[in-house]
């Protein structure tokens, strides 16, 4: 089974402070990814990679950054924790798509409710 | 606008009804769609993933069908039980040769009663 873990399911942190959110997945994929979920809008991607030190931005990269420097770990930071950042993360990852049209599972993990105070 | 739609934003059943919930999006091209279940306070967990040219797929209680055409498709739950209240998000992937970026519901909230 693949399996994806996030460090931690709980956070709470202050305005300001600058946050590591880890997660690391055990089957040798490719693709990682972070989001965030807020009620009512759905998960929104934040960042991506598709590599070892390769990253893209996603939807809402505003206010965060990530690093990936080893294929089965992908950390999202949070230069300076604002409240608004309070919000669920979810990391993913996935093998690499193979062909047109076609499309993999995404594996979540099981999420870092973070509070910012 | 690439966009995913969901109803019911939440429905309310007794153990071993069916329950049909409804997935619209407007992403053109169109890959696959997916369904995730989502417990509360967990990672979504993936149910089906579908093809354009797949009409229904299943696993286990879940079944869901896919209308390219109409663009839209509907996830059937049949006998449910307890352990199925969860949130259900649809998910389209738009096509592309070598990105998996994912376009996703706000989902449908699901709580079975005894």
């Known amino acids: 089974d693949v399996k994806v873990t996030q460090s931690s399911r709980y956070l709470v942190k202050r305005t300001g402070e600058k946050v590591f959110l880890e997660c690391v997945q055990d089957m040798d994929h490719e693709n990682m990814f972070w989001y965030r979920q807020d009620p009512g809008l759905g998960l929104r991607l934040i960042y991506f990679s598709y590599d070892v030190k390769m990253k893209e931005k996603g939807d809402i990269p505003e206010g965060y950054s990530v690093s990936r420097e080893k294929k089965e770990r992908f950390s999202l930071i949070l230069e300076s924790a604002s409240t608004n950042q309070t919000s669920m993360y979810l990391c993913a990852s996935s093998p690499p798509i193979s062909g047109k049209g076609k499309g993999k599972f995404q594996y979540f993990g099981a999420g870092t409710r973070l509070s910012v105070l | 606008k690439n966009q995913v739609e969901q109803s019911p934003q939440s429905l309310i059943i007794l153990e071993g009804k069916n329950c049909t919930l409804q997935c619209n999006y407007t992403v053109s091209p169109f890959s696959n769609l997916r369904w995730y279940k989502q417990d509360t306070g967990r990672g979504p967990v993936s149910l089906t993933i579908?093809?354009?040219?797949?009409n229904t797929k299943s696993n286990g209680r879940y079944t869901a069908t896919l209308d390219a055409d109409t663009k839209q498709s509907s996830l059937h739950i049949t006998a449910s039980q307890l352990s199925d209240s969860a949130s259900y998000i649809c998910?389209?992937?738009?096509?592309?040769?070598?990105?998996?970026?994912?376009?996703f519901g706000t989902g449908t909230r699901l709580q079975v009663f005894p």
């Open positions: 998910v389209v992937s738009p096509e592309s040769y070598n990105t998996d970026k994912l376009i």
């Open positions: 579908m093809t354009f040219s797949e």
